[in-house]
């Protein structure tokens, strides 16, 4: 299907599109302005555009399919192409349209320029319509034979099209500076229960390094609780907890890249000046000032959350004053910290602009949190990075296996796509719902119903941000809400979920045992209607894979694992914390 709509959308573009002008983005995903051949000058070594010039075209060409075919270092070439003879495509050098890219480099590219050429000849692509007619007024017969003749290529072309390129390694420059000395002072911070309303819960203690930076729960238990990940309980009597989380704890790896826009499962955090402050965040215009990036905006949401760090209100002063307005527990925190002598020494040497601990503020509380994530977590030393380096030694044949079926035939990459493997977008999978859900304010159901949750569009309804796979292994259990618990289990729902939901069955849910909380646990999994509202809502299509194709795309993503990384990560847990409260190990 993706193969005849790429056809089919050239075949359009052709017969109905005027006076057409080529401007792709050198990763091939958006159209960038059009610069004409006038405007070229020396210091365009390196444009972001294709631009054939003299053929009476205007700003843009809807390139249907451009998401498909990644187009990489293309060069502007500024000759008259009529009066050389030259047809427009071949001003397409140094075009890439296949993937995995392990074929002999001349051969291949030389193939795909020859291939690329007739199929553009066939579709006059860069023409308009008049010069559309000319030709065929000239061509007769001989025109026809030709695209008779060509069309095969067209498949030849396309197929290659449908598989994504490999991305660039990552590198130190994808990645924000952070300061080492307020990196520091965070790795205390994260550990140590005082941030917690209650001060019985720390971040450490749902994202723990021994757990691969999560719980290894489904839906965790947050403050109330007692333990750590697995072996933690809700605790009985007028000390249970009222509500389990309403999603997966998330994986910490690599949230220091620059790239990164979006967080939060439904999105809810971004990078935006929809309240003039930089972020649109739930904080709204309340978001304190100063926050230095993303991840500090993120670090400060789960410090106010009722059932994850916050407490219960009449419980302590932080709970009782979110209820008032959601910036008003922030200062309260903040003095809670900087009072103990030893925060209040290392908040004054890390920050410049700090003299003396008065003037410590929540902001930077979260700039040293994300300062101790973005550093202590940052992993592109796996064999798949080691392999995107130049060694292919570094898979295995049946991981080497994998990276083609991902990039390929299995489209893992039209989400999982670039450094980041994700596109930051949201997409429904329709993943088997429990728990308590996390809804619109105002929603009687205790349904999870996502991206719409934020964006309040019918359209957004149960999808969910596309994860970023480094160090995936380590991270499970996998989906927004945990529900499968190994890697073929995500990847089996991936390929046909229908036919997984009608498998999934509650058992697989790692859920802590809390008896008085079952009755809702599984009341979306039960309800026939809602089940057949969700079904309406899919944004990926049943593929067929071999059982072998599963365990070569599992042995692949094992491959995303890092390596010293991992083992050895520059700060490591505490012995202990300034408030000298308990550290979770």
Known sequence: MRLFNFVLGHFLDDLFQRDRSVGIATNGRQRVPHIGPNKIGRRHATPDLIIPANTGLRTRMPFHGAAQVPFEGPLIVPFNTQSHGIHDADQFFGIRISGPGRRPKLFHRTGKLAGFHHVARLFNLGKGRSAYKRQSKQGGFQCVLHKIRSFPLVFVVCASASAAELPAPLTDNDFIAFDRKQAALGQLLFYDKILSGNRNIACATCHHPTLGTGDRLSLGIGEGGEGLGPERTALVDENRIKKRIPRNAPGLWNL??????????????????????????????????????????????????????????????????????????????????????????????????????????????????????????????????????????????DQKRGLDLFYGKANCASCHSGKLMSDQKFHALGLPPFGPGRTRRFDPMVRDVGRMGESDRLEDSYRFRTPMLRNVELTGPYGHNGAYPTLEGIIRHHLDPDEMLQTWSPEKAALPDAPWLEPIDFVVWNDKREMARQVLFRDISPIKLSDEEVSDLVAFLKGLTGTSSVAAPPFGIPDKVPSGLPVDR
């Open 256 to 397: 220091g890249l620059k790239d990164l826009h979006t967080l939060f499962h439904d999105g809810r955090l971004s990078i935006a000046d929809t309240y003039n402050n930089g972020f649109n965040s739930p904080a709204e215009e309340w978001l304190p000032e100063g926050l230095q990036s993303l991840l500090a905006a993120q670090a400060i949401f789960p410090l106010v959350a009722q059932f994850e760090m916050a407490g219960n209100p009449k419980e302590n002063e932080i709970a009782g004053a979110i209820h008032d307005r959601i910036d008003a527990s922030w200062p309260i925190l903040a003095k809670r910290v900087r009072v103990i002598p030893e925060y209040g020494r290392m908040f004054v040497e890390a920050f410049d602009h700090i003299e003396k601990p008065e003037q410590v503020t929540i902001a930077e509380i979260a700039n040293a949190l994300a300062a101790f994530q973005a550093i202590e977590w940052t992993s592109f030393d796996s064999p798949f990075d080691q392999y995107l380096a130049g060694d292919e030694t570094a898979f295995s044949s």
